[in-house]
């Protein structure tokens, strides 16, 4: 099975800052990676699929980049509707798995 | 717009059977354009995949559930099932339904809102 791990699993930023999150696979993926935004209390939101293809109506803040076994999600200018926890997600295996997620504050 | 809706008990004793009724609306579950997943998500813990079916009616399970879980599908009522045997504390989460989209890089495009479920005598 393919293994996701996140880094940071959390972190704290203002508002207008710019935010990285690394993803990282336990083997290479290709560019088979979706990035998903769980806000508190609702569920996930798909963000970006196939590692940088924004979903429709995502704001272009929004980026995602990398292949083989390293990925990042960056938001270019964090605004408080981003708070919440980020999860990338491989499609390259049959058994899909999901990283451990990165909590964004402000 | 396309709707999914996760529904069942919310309380299982434990070593009895969960099951979970998903109902998609706006989209149609016969497409070959879409596969439909089960996921869960233990209180403040990560995403848990759990398994999928396609239209074909083939299935693919998590290996650390796949002994326990069964998904189907019934296209009469457009309605998507999961089953847990034997649960134990451990299967406490909340339990979400997703279209997945096939393509050349297959995502989850669409989430219901989730069915919490506890594991408790």
């Known amino acids: 099975d393919i293994q996701m791990t996140q880094s940071p699993s959390s972190l704290s930023a203002s508002v207008g800052d710019r935010v990285t999150i690394t993803c990282r696979a336990s083997q290479n993926i290709f560019t088979y990676l979706n990035w998903y935004h769980q806000q508190p209390g609702k569920a996930p939101k798909l963000l970006i699929y196939?590692?940088?293809n924004l979903q429709n109506g995502v704001p272009a803040r929004f980026g995602g980049g990398g292949s083989g076994t390293d990925f990042t999600l960056t938001i270019s200018s964090l605004q408080p509707e981003d708070i919440g926890t980020y999860y990338c997600q491989q499609s390259h295996s049959t058994v899909l798995s999901f990283g451990s997620g990165t909590k964004v504050e402000i | 717009q396309v709707q999914l809706q996760e529904s069942g008990p919310g309380l299982v004793k434990p070593s009895q059977s969960l099951s979970l009724i998903c109902t998609v609306s706006g989209s149609s579950i016969t497409s070959g354009t879409y596969f439909w997943t089960w996921i869960r998500q233990s209180a403040g813990k990560g995403l848990e995949w759990i398994g999928h079916i396609y239209v074909s009616g083939n299935t693919i399970y998590n290996p650390s559930l796949k002994s326990r879980v069964n998904i189907s599908v019934d296209t009469s009522k457009g309605q998507l099932s999961l089953k847990v045997a034997s649960v134990t504390a451990a299967d406490t989460a909340v339990y979400y339904c997703?279209?997945?989209?096939?393509?050349?890089?297959?995502?989850?495009?669409?989430w219901g809102q989730g069915a919490p479920v506890t594991v408790s005598s």
């Open positions: 196939g590692t940088s």
């Open positions: 997703a279209r997945g989209l096939l393509g050349v890089f297959t995502h989850f495009d669409y």
